[in-house]
């Protein structure tokens, strides 16, 4: 997989909240209306490049964090599963936000992402001006068996195997896979695992219920795990005026790489549309 062919990084800037710092990258002006692209576990902004270029050259501000511990952030020698905690993550997000002196954003979050928009809107729904998420269930209860049996699937492996695996098991597309695959191969597993353990039991329906502004869910109809956790949410969300549910075929759990152009068009009418 050769990473010449992977879009290039933009040039990263860092925000300090507490002993870690947090990179991301903006793409379009800075009197623009601002857009969150926030990627998933063991992911980073790679994931969301070209999207911004897509959504900065259409009138927005576009912010792509590395989440704490993934990408181009930085974390300190002395760490503990105790900073990885979804309070903390979403944090981070707040601090950068605060930064770019962004009182007020729209959301696009794929899956971890999603699940920190979702913990944010719950302790302060201001600051989002809209929510998008794919590939997140609002509630999750996977055991905690799964956590080390990931882990020695990983030790076993190796990561380039890993990663590989991981990358074919994402998705069929051959550009998706080269930009997951360089994801993965480069998360730091000991982050991963530590982020996992919190994210694997959550529950975030009430603070979607009591979210006044509208959602957006695009659900990959090929990202089965997810979708398999999401009969309660739907339940839940079915009759919210605010709820808006889009199908996209021959998408995956990184749905806007599988496939870009449609996701593109669903998320910008969406915006154009509230």
């Given at each position: 997989?050769?990473?010449?062919?992977l879009?290039?990084?933009?040039?990263?800037?860092?925000c300090?909240?507490?002993?870690?710092?947090?990179?991301y990258?903006?793409l379009g002006?800075?009197s623009?209306?601002?857009?969150?692209?926030c990627?998933?576990?063991?992911?980073n902004?790679?994931?969301?490049?070209?999207d911004a270029?897509?959504?900065a050259?259409?009138?927005?501000?576009?912010?792509?964090p590395?989440l704490?511990?993934?990408?181009?952030?930085k974390?300190?020698?002395?760490r503990?599963?105790s900073d990885?905690?979804?309070?903390?993550?979403?944090?981070?997000?707040?601090?950068?936000?605060?930064q770019?002196k962004?009182?007020?954003?729209?959301?696009?979050?794929?899956?971890?992402?999603?699940i920190?928009?979702l913990?944010?809107?719950?302790?302060?729904?201001?600051?989002?001006?809209?929510?998008?998420?794919?590939g997140?269930?609002?509630?999750?209860?996977v055991?905690?068996?799964?956590?080390?049996?990931?882990?020695?699937?990983?030790?076993?492996?190796?990561?380039?195997?890993?990663?590989?695996?991981?990358?074919h098991?994402?998705?069929?597309?051959?550009?998706a896979?080269?930009?997951?695959y360089?994801?993965?191969?480069?998360a730091?597993?000991?982050?991963?695992?530590a982020?996992?353990?919190?994210v694997?039991?959550y529950?975030?329906?009430?603070n979607?219920?009591?979210?006044?502004?509208?959602?957006?869910?695009i659900?990959?109809?090929?990202?089965h795990?997810?979708?398999q956790a999401?009969?309660s949410?739907?339940?839940?969300?079915?009759?919210q005026?605010n709820?808006?549910l889009?199908?996209?075929?021959?998408a995956?759990?990184?749905?806007?790489?599988?496939?870009?152009?449609?996701?593109?068009?669903?998320?910008s009418?969406?915006?154009?549309?509230?």
């Amino acid at each position: 997989m050769a990473k010449a062919e992977l879009p290039e990084l933009p040039k990263a800037k860092f925000c300090k909240n507490g002993d870690y710092e947090s990179a991301y990258f903006v793409l379009g002006e800075d009197s623009a209306t601002p857009l969150v692209l926030c990627h998933g576990l063991a992911a980073n902004g790679l994931q969301f490049i070209n999207d911004a270029h897509y959504f900065a050259s259409r009138g927005y501000k576009v912010i792509v964090p590395d989440l704490r511990g993934l990408g181009r952030s930085k974390t300190p020698v002395d760490r503990h599963e105790s900073d990885f905690t979804i309070s903390l993550l979403a944090s981070d997000l707040i601090a950068i936000l605060d930064q770019e002196k962004i009182t007020s954003t729209h959301w696009v979050g794929n899956s971890l992402g999603g699940i920190l928009a979702l913990f944010i809107i719950g302790k302060n729904p201001d600051r989002l001006k809209s929510l998008i998420t794919f590939g997140t269930a609002y509630k999750l209860d996977v055991p905690q068996l799964i956590i080390p049996i990931m882990q020695y699937g990983y030790d076993l492996l190796g990561p380039n195997t890993s990663a590989q695996l991981g990358a074919h098991a994402t998705s069929p597309n051959a550009n998706a896979q080269l930009v997951i695959y360089d994801m993965l191969v480069n998360a730091d597993m000991w982050v991963v695992k530590a982020i996992g353990n919190y994210v694997r039991k959550y529950n975030f329906i009430a603070n979607a219920l009591t979210y006044k502004k509208p959602i957006l869910m695009i659900r990959g109809l090929n990202d089965h795990p997810v979708n398999q956790a999401l009969k309660s949410t739907l339940d839940a969300m079915k009759n919210q005026s605010n709820f808006t549910l889009i199908d996209v075929k021959k998408a995956g759990h990184c749905a806007n790489l599988d496939q870009p152009e449609q996701m593109r068009i669903i998320i910008s009418d969406f915006l154009v549309s509230i």
